[in-house]
């Protein structure tokens, strides 16, 4: 691709990240690259239980300036942590230090170098509307940028898919979050327009069309987080795992929802088990009725499963928290709205509804409102449509 396809946002952000690369000492950029955040619209922690998920990528971006060095040493610069340089080198055996947001960088080089390429020291500039903790996969899309200006930089190509697990397995590593493949895949493989819909029992996916000139999908970041690192995650992963186990089915996807009630007799299930069953199985039917309705613009039915979906993440798997709950019940009820639920890993970020887009202005501002009133935070609202994926470009 080249800079004319690029929408005047990018471009700004692309001029902005280029000033930042030379204001840091490094040049001119060889190679320009750009990754989208991501919203699911239903589908949620059925990613790792062998579900179909359907997210999309949003008008939200990390933007990267890349160029070769001579030696093995990268060094990493952020608008997101002014003054503050990463470095590592390229060829050592790289591992995660503390917390810094490098450990993602590394872990996908530690990634294209397991993979056979030969990755040079190379010197980045990066700048982020991804809201970190939004749960609009921040980490992601920049595992998925580095991926792509890294393999521009060496003039390699790698199968989308392929990077896609490349960077989950960096997010493992080098992050600690045993994730699924959902947020990776998307900001890699969405394409404009469309929703993505990710079968993960086979990691097979197919784009559905999904623009409506009258409806919506409206992002409500309640910008409170509580880190998926911090074990809930793991927790649920694991209890679902050792569920299937105990089940004798490979995933949970294997388990009829017509049998459900029968399958959570089972004695050797703990009570956690069976909500985190419940949650999958049935979350697994609503995602699958989900593209049916959507597919006949049946957003009232498509509203239904995402309310739906919001009860079962709160009262069953219980990855909600009061500030979700609030926002999802306050949207659920006001006009012009077909749906609102949680989205991503929860634990706080954010929460997506289905909206009429005449009505996004005032449910904005109301939700703005009671929400400051309630919690004393002032949420961060946009309206978004589904993006085209990762992509890089020599400058
Ligand atoms: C996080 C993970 C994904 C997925 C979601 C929940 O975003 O990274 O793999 O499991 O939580 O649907």
Not at 18 to 47: C, K, M, Q, W, Y
Not at 142 to 169: H, R, T
Not at 370 to 383: C, D, L, N, T
């Amino acid at each position: 691709m080249s800079t004319q396809t690029l929408s005047p946002e990018h471009h700004a952000s692309i001029e902005a990240v280029g000033t930042l690369f030379a204001d840091s000492g490094f040049g001119t950029p060889e190679v320009f690259g750009v990754a989208p955040g991501r919203v699911n619209v239903i589908g949620e922690h059925i990613d790792y239980n062998g579900g179909l998920v359907l997210p999309a990528a949003i008008d939200r971006w990390v933007h990267v300036a890349i160029r070769r060095r001579e030696d093995d040493l990268v060094r990493l610069v952020s608008a997101q942590a002014p003054g503050k340089l990463v470095e590592f080198s390229a060829s050592e055996e790289l591992a995660p230090e503390g917390k810094s947001w490098g450990n993602y960088v590394k872990g996908v080089v530690a990634g294209l170098k397991r993979a056979g390429f030969a990755v040079p020291g190379f010197e980045a500039a990066v700048i982020s509307t991804v809201p970190v903790g939004g749960g609009l996969s921040s980490s992601a899309a920049l595992e998925a940028v580095f991926g792509k200006v890294i393999l521009e930089l060496i003039g390699e190509e790698m199968d989308d898919l392929a990077l896609a697990k490349l960077c989950q397995k960096a997010e493992h590593d080098f992050a600690g979050v045993p994730c699924g493949l959902m947020d990776q895949a998307a900001v890699i493989l969405c394409e404009e327009g469309k929703l993505l819909m990710l079968d993960c029992v086979d990691d097979s996916f197919q784009h559905a069309p999904f623009e409506d000139p009258d409806w919506g999908l409206l992002i409500i970041n309640s910008c409170v987080s509580h880190e998926l690192s911090d074990g809930g995650y793991a927790v649920r992963r694991d209890g679902c795992h050792a569920a299937a186990k105990i089940l004798g089915v490979g995933t949970l996807r294997e388990i009829n929802p017509a049998k459900l009630e029968e399958a959570l007799k089972h004695p050797e299930l703990t009570e956690d088990m069976q909500r985190y069953v419940r949650h999958a199985v049935t979350e697994i039917a609503r995602t699958l009725e989900t593209v049916e309705a959507l597919g006949e613009r049946d957003y009232a039915r498509a509203g239904e499963l995402l309310n739906a979906s919001h009860v079962s993440l709160r009262d069953d798997y219980r990855v909600s928290c009061p500030e979700l709950d609030f926002i999802a019940e306050l949207a659920q009820s006001q006009e012009g709205v077909a749906g609102c639920r949680m989205t991503g890993g929860g634990f706080g970020g954010s929460a997506i509804a289905l909206v009429r887009r005449d009505c996004v202005e005032s449910l904005s501002r109301l939700i703005e409102q009671r929400y400051e009133a309630e919690f004393g935070i002032e949420p961060k609202i946009f309206e978004t449509r589904p993006m085209g994926g990762a992509r890089a470009w020599k400058a």
